[in-house]
């Protein structure tokens, strides 16, 4: 047994040290503060420290499933989360298939270049913009009004508020998917495509009979692999976007905790909520990597 | 190519006249801010401004630099990007190589693999990571700033897929010359890798610009405050911010107000990426989708 | 140009890790100097006898963004930290500063999490009964006693209670910052002058008067007539035209007075809160409140009073400092600016001003400080430079010390004198209208008077400030005398900082928030208002109102 590790230490040590600054710095800043999770089961005293702190239990855990808010947030974190999976996903592909369409390089790049460069703006400067365009007399509500509707409040309606999170993000990102589902289709085999031409086939058919049903396990994949964060909504888009009056449908799991803690000082509480979403997180997580392992045959790790 | 049908004919203008108003869609908020920043005051307050400048000014941009708080923080981020991103890519490379390896080629694979994918999944919490950093002194350093996240899981990972999928070949070839792994991976594998490293690498750039939390976290001296930091108290602290202009503040609100302030500074803090962005983005569909799609 | 660039990063690489690596050991904000952290024997004597030995203190603190410094001077060299040091022996360092005073109780809670705290800071209550449960701050009665001025000491006899809620078990665990006096505390419809003088400057007793006011303005001037900001707290301000008294829901908090039954309730529990939510609603339809209104942040609001969308604004006494500089640069217009009337009511009787209890925050000295009495001396000597009537001080070390919003540098060493405020503004009110200023005494006053005449003779924007607080008849404290001096006032019940059962609450005011917003803007009808505030006694407001009458009812 020993003779074995000893072998394998003999061929491995090259990878091993390789890997040493990696391992080490992760070690202290992504495991050094994993012990704070006992944080959870405490009433966490500063002048005790972890160590000395009294024990709750699942006390702070009680609580937070006792407030009605905590509850609202989860299903607003699941609701924002999943349309804008649904919505970003839809909106690359159909541009992407927009795109395959031009057949002239030049333009096709440029194209590719302008709608990725949202993706690359940080949300602080995204929300320093969009406040301004989404006003009540913002631009977007003036071309609204031209048009003969009403002004909508993207901002302070929380009816509109959690469509506003789907949209935005949906603009800022949908390059992204774009650029993948566009490689996709460049590797395509032109010859299916100059065989359904002999067989009379119009784009259309083309599109729908070939490109699409070829798109569809990265599609299920991109989507599978979205689906693991679900819990995380995008906690910088929010927090620079929301405000009091739009909590109710613009919460997400992100800001409560934030607030929780940091403003409230309830370190207890908020660490609790943290520690929720990391487990229902890596139960999700865990899935779709098994699922885009299984169904897709890719293997992410 | 040419058109065969006239129904062809009109869906590709259609296509094209489709795909246009969606670039024009991103590409304009960009326009009408940077139109912001060049106004005069008054046109922007009366919502006159759209994608042109009205009334020409540079007064927000000078203000901008003249009030040394601007450049500071821009230059507290140029700094943790290049030490951020120099050493992301270095723990990438020396982490995505050898978890590229299969489990019989290096017998400890999985169990680091999980080591990573479990920082994914679970981490302390605010509170905890502040006091760790207070613990090692950190606080209020760049390098709290840049340690942390040295090993970016998911775009590690990309890099890793992309080295799976070379042909092995590659490696073996070099190899039977004799070389050992560093060797390899210093002359042959890096030169290869160029499009998946030039895209890690414009991603890691990315989230060192673009992060504002970790600043505010743990920056005690507003004065180390990286951009999107400064950026982020700007949306709420403008005019305090103006009226440190001492006197000249009046006779300065008539020439730019917060709107077009903010949109020069905005701006600003975009600029780096424009220019960063088109250098790289002819990497992408290598580097990116061969990593990320190609099992 | 490749080359260039490759030598441009490479070159970048080295000067930021050159430069990076000199900050490798965290530099605090304010150097540490010369000054000892160990116990140093307080020099005998009163308190402004120096430390022979410089001893050092470690604070933190949150600071407006708006503070100008001299060329060359910082945090750790400026007027007040020459004094410290020279008058007293002592240095003060910074472990942080939050400029812009946002993100403050955030960063003093982790602070707390970390236990390690700096020698002496300013928190609120529900921080200063957690360290109080940690066991964090030290006992300050001895000290307290020994090395603080008189004049601190006799704030006690102004204002006895509030100490009283620091001292636990006869120990004195956090010395309350005071505040300016009631005269500061009730909150006026402040409104734009060249535009109130055009009608006449009528007065305003009933809210149809100021109604039928709006809509004038609104024909001939402005978009629409009320500033007011997405918190609601500004909206909330007008309570006292319905009878009713309401608290700032930005902050979660609530106005807590007796009902007719001698019950102590919130304000938004009363009755009359369902006629201001008509009113509201009624002007949300007419146009007096923006229908974007739920749009605008604190800064939004501010926006729309200064590019004169709005003529009214609801606010406190300190609206002068607030929007007037502003107004006038953005208007090129030395009238366009806002001045103070009385809220009307709604049968046209006298209004009420608003007293809330006042004490929001306790400068607490944690355990680890080895020298509280340095701390005391530094109390002692702001209150000194600031409110002492026989301070003198030459005209360079006034405009040292309180120019430049410089005055609030020492931050957790900020005391203040509960009547300053009131005997300041009679004396400048006095000495603007007889030209005799032999009378001001403190720097305070020849600060607001200095200010204010820079406004009544140069037109210098910045003199706004203090010329609509003092500076004329009917000015904010004007106004404010007049409700003290007639006891035209309404007090809060809850005479002290909220009980302890309030933090186990989380966010009650979101539902009142939420569900005001919608009645306000017609999505909901008035009449659903006893559903919300049922949710809200169920979701913790019932919890809170008995805990009220526990500790402060009959």
């Known amino acids: 047994m020993q003779g074995k590790i000893v072998d394998r230490l003999r061929k491995d040590w090259p990878w091993l040290l390789m890997l040493v600054p990696g391992v080490v710095l992760t070690a202290i800043f992504s495991y050094g503060p994993i012990y704070g999770i006992v944080m959870a089961f405490q009433d966490y005293n500063p002048g005790l420290g972890f160590s000395r702190s009294p024990w709750v239990g699942m006390e702070n855990f009680k609580l937070i499933f006792q407030q009605a808010q905590f509850l609202n947030t989860i299903r607003n974190t699941f609701f924002i989360s999943i349309f804008k999976i649904i919505f970003g996903q839809t909106a690359s592909v159909i541009f992407a298939l927009q795109l395959n369409e031009i057949r ?6 440029v194209f590719q270049t302008i709608v990725y460069i949202p993706n690359f703006v940080s949300w602080v400067i995204m929300a320093g913009i969009l406040l301004n365009l989404l006003a009540t007399d913002g631009i977007v509500n003036q071309v609204l009004k031209a048009l003969g509707g009403k002004p909508i409040q993207f901002i302070s309606n929380r009816d509109v508020f959690p469509w506003t999170l789907i949209f935005t993000d949906m603009w800022k990102t949908f390059g992204f998917g774009t650029v993948v589902y566009l490689a996709t289709m460049t590797s395509i085999d032109p010859e299916l495509y100059e065989s359904a031409v002999i067989d009379g086939a119009g784009r259309w058919r083309q599109t729908f009979s070939i490109t699409l049903p070829l798109l569809v396990p990265i599609i299920i994949l991109m989507t599978v692999l979205a689906l693991g964060n679900v819990l995380s909504a995008g906690f910088d888009q929010v927090y620079n976007l929301y405000s009091p009056a739009v909590y109710p449908t613009g919460d997400i799991i992100d800001t409560y905790v934030y607030r929780l803690g940091l403003q ?23 899935t779709s990597l098994i699922i885009s392992y299984k169904f897709a045959g890719y293997r992410v790790f | 190519m040419k058109f065969r049908t006239k129904g062809q004919k009109i869906f590709t203008v259609i296509n094209y ?19 912001i920043s060049f106004s005069a005051p008054t046109y922007v307050a009366a919502g006159e401004v759209y994608f042109l400048p009205k009334g020409f000014t540079t007064q927000s941009y000078a203000f901008a630099m003249s009030n040394g708080k601007f450049l500071r923080a821009f230059w507290v981020s140029i700094k943790r990007c290049v030490l951020g991103v120099g ?8 982490t995505a190589y050898p978890l590229s390896k299969s489990k019989q080629r290096f017998g400890a694979r999985n169990f680091f693999m999980s080591f990573y994918v479990f920082t994914m999944l679970f981490g302390g919490g605010l509170v905890p990571w502040f006091i760790l950093m207070n613990n090692l002194k950190l606080l209020n350093s760049i390098w709290a700033l840049v340690l942390p996240l040295a090993v970016p899981v998911s775009n590690m990972a990309i890099l890793m897929n992309f080295m799976r999928s070379l042909p092995p070949e590659i490696e073996e070839a070099a190899s039977i010359d004799g070389a050992g792994i560093f060797r390899i991976l210093w002359s042959v594998l890096l030169p290869i890798l160029k499009p998946s490293l030039a895209t890690v690498g414009l991603f890691s750039f990315v989230n060192h610009w673009n992060d504002w939390f970790q600043g505010a976290l743990f920056m005690n001296n507003p004065n180390n405050y990286p951009l999107q930091t400064y950026l982020q108290t700007l949306l709420t602290n403008f005019r305090d911010l103006l009226r440190q202009s001492g006197s000249d503040y009046y006779s300065l609100l008539s020439r730019m107000n917060e709107q077009t302030g903010r949109a020069a500074q905005l701006f600003m803090g975009l600029l780096p990426i424009l220019v960063v962005y088109p250098f790289v983005q002819k990497y992408f569909t290598t580097g990116l989708v061969m990593g990320s799609v190609k099992g | 140009m490749k080359k260039l660039l490759t030598l441009g990063i490479a070159l970048l690489m080295i000067l930021s890790s050159v430069s990076a690596l000199a900050e490798f050991t965290p530099v605090p904000v304010g150097e540490v100097g010369t000054g000892t952290r160990e116990y140093v024997e307080p020099p005998e004597g009163d308190w402004d006898t120096p430390y022979t030995e410089i001893v050092n203190i470690r604070t933190v603190k949150g600071q407006g963004a708006d503070v100008v410094f001299e060329a060359g001077e910082d945090q750790s060299n400026n007027e007040w930290t020459r004094g410290w040091y020279n008058d007293l022996g002592i240095e003060v360092s910074y472990d942080w500063i939050d400029e812009g005073n946002t993100q403050y109780t955030q960063k003093l809670n982790m602070t707390i999490a970390t236990g390690d705290l700096p020698d002496v800071f300013r928190c609120n209550y529900i921080q200063f009964r957690q360290l109080m449960k940690a066991g964090l701050i030290q006992d300050l009665t001895e000290v307290y006693n020994k090395y603080t001025s008189d004049r601190i000491r006799g704030y006690e006899e102004t204002d006895p209670d509030t100490i009283k809620l620091t001292t636990i078990d006869g120990k004195i665990y956090g010395i309350p910052i005071y505040y300016y006096g009631i005269i500061d505390n009730p909150r006026y419809m402040w409104v734009r002058k060249d535009w109130y003088e055009e009608e006449g400057s009528p007065e305003l007793k009933t809210v149809e008067d100021f109604e039928n006011l709006a809509k004038t303005m609104i024909e001939k001037h402005c978009s629409y007539a009320v500033a007011v900001d997405n918190t ?8 006292p035209m319905f009878d009713v008294y309401l608290g700032q829901p930005s902050q979660g908090s609530y106005f807590w007075y007796k009902d007719d039954d001698g019950r102590i309730k919130a304000g938004i529990a009363h009755e009359e809160f369902k006629t201001a939510l008509e009113y509201w609603a009624k002007w949300y339809q007419e146009g007096i409140l923006s229908p974007d209104f739920m749009n605008y942040d604190y800064n939004g609001m501010n926006e729309e009073v200064v590019t004169g969308r709005a003529a009214f604004h609801p606010f406190y006494q300190w609206e002068g400092w607030l929007n007037n500089p502003n107004l006038v640069a953005a208007q090129q217009n030395e009238n366009a600016y806002l001045i103070p009337l009385q809220f009307p009511t709604i049968d046209g009787s006298q209004v009420l001003g608003q007293v809330g209890f006042p004490n929001a925050d306790v400068i607490v000295v944690s355990n680890t400080c080895k020298n509280p009495a340095a701390v005391m001396k530094l109390l002692s000597y702001t209150d000194k430079i600031m409110f002492d009537p026989t301070t003198v001080l030459t005209e360079e070390q006034f405009k040292g010390f309180t120019d430049g919003q410089r005055e609030h540098l020492p931050g957790a060493f900020e005391i203040l004198d509960p009547q300053a405020d009131m005997i300041q503004f009679e004396h400048v009110l006095y000495a603007i209208e007889s030209g005799d200023t032999s009378e001001l005494f403190t720097s305070g006053m020849k600060k607001k008077y200095g200010d204010s005449i820079s406004w009544i003779e ?4 910045g003199g706004l400030g ?31 900082p909220s009980p302890e059962a309030f933090d186990d609450t989380v966010n009650t005011m979101d539902i009142i928030s939420i569900g005001v917003s919608e009645i306000i803007m017609g999505i909901r009808p008035v009449s659903d208002y006893d559903d919300i505030l049922a949710d809200w006694y169920a979701n913790g407001g019932q919890i809170m109102e008995d805990a009220v009458n526990a500790e402060y009812g009959d």
């Open chain 1, 104 to 109: 002239q390089n030049g333009p096709k790049r």
């Open chain 1, 264 to 286: 409230n000082g309830k370190y207890a509480i908020g660490t609790a909520v943290g520690l929720f979403k990391s487990v229902v997180s890596s139960v999700l997580i865990s």
């Open chain 2, 17 to 35: 006249i489709l795909v246009i108003f969606v670039c024009l869609s991103c590409f304009l908020p960009l326009l009408n801010t940077l139109a």
């Open chain 2, 87 to 94: 050493l992301n890519l270095f723990c990438m490379i020396t």
């Open chain 3, 232 to 239: 609601l707290d500004y909206l909330f301000m007008t309570g």
């Open chain 3, 458 to 461: 140069n037109k210098e924007p």
């Open chain 3, 466 to 496: 203090a010329f609509c607080q003092q500076g004329f008849e009917g000015c904010s404290y004007d106004l404010a005398k007049y409700l003290i001096d007639n006891d035209y006032l309404k007090r809060t019940d809850m005479w002290g």
